[in-house]
């Protein structure tokens, strides 16, 4: 009953963490320039049973991990806005580069806003940061209906990127330094919707619940058994 415990339990905290990827996705189904993120679970250590012989054919299990969490980087449907500021990538391998508190991280949400920074105002993103040109520099706007020259900046594995923050990426030594693509020209006033399939996470949500219901489960009927075999002592 110890092991089937333990199992359990650890089964449990690694599936709550599935929980927290899979609502997080959900809230974000209309967060523009959002990126689903999938977890793979993988099987713990297996050991064989041991007998007064030695040990058994039969194998117990040590519960679930949490092997890796991917982020899709598909990219999502189109919505056409008409505002000025708004922009989308037309293109999965591709970011809008940021200057922010924490270094120029990367984006795909495209809708900015302008702030005044001394006596000239500037492109920003709407979850901070000054949008970056195609020369690195930020972009000083004097009139909204001008040509911005917002830079893009591709990757040679976006699956190696890092997320911070949600709709912020990070470069790693994975995903190789970004590089700057004058061959994709964003779109105005479109954004790009998030790519989260909102069916699929439905179903991923009643999946991995169904399994934390089950873990619980199992750490709850341990725990009564344990407790009737000391009371019988």
């Known amino acids: 009953m110890i092991t089937a415990f333990y199992t359990a ?3 449990a905290v690694q599936l709550q963490t599935g929980l927290d990827v899979v609502a997080n996705n959900i809230a974000n189904v209309s ?3 959002y990126k689903t993120s999938k977890t793979t679970f993988a099987d713990l250590v297996y050991t064989n049973l041991r007998q007064a012989q030695g040990d058994s054919n039969l194998k117990v299990g040590h519960g679930t991990k949490l092997l ?3 982020v899709l980087h598909q990219q ?3 919505q056409n806005t008409g505002r000025l500021l708004d922009y989308a990538i037309p293109s999965d391998n591709g970011f809008f580069a940021l200057e922010t508190a924490n270094g120029i991280q990367y984006s795909r949400c495209g809708n900015f806003e302008l702030t005044k920074a001394g006596d000239k105002f500037y492109l920003t993103g709407a979850q901070g940061g000054f949008v ?4 690195g520099q930020r972009i000083e706007v004097k009139n909204e209906e001008d040509n911005h020259d917002i830079g893009v900046y591709t990757f040679a594995n976006n699956g190696g990127l890092e ?3 949600g709709l912020f990426f990070k470069p790693t030594a994975a995903s190789g330094a970004a590089q700057q693509n004058k061959d994709i020209v964003p779109t105005r006033g479109c954004l790009e919707n998030s790519n989260v399939d909102l069916t699929q996470s439905m179903v991923d949500m009643i999946e991995v619940q169904r399994a934390f219901q089950l873990n619980t489960r199992i750490v709850q009927i341990s ?3 344990m407790q009737t075999v000391n009371a019988l002592r």
Do not use: C, Q, R
């Not at 970056?132 to 020369?135: E, G, P």
């Open 76 to 78: 999502g449907a189109y």
């Open 68 to 70: 890796k969490t991917d």
């Open 31 to 33: 967060t523009s320039g």
């Open 132 to 135: 970056l040109n195609s020369k």
């Open 163 to 165: 997320i911070e923050g």
């Open 223 to 225: 725990d009564e058994i």
């Open 9 to 11: 339990s650890t089964g």
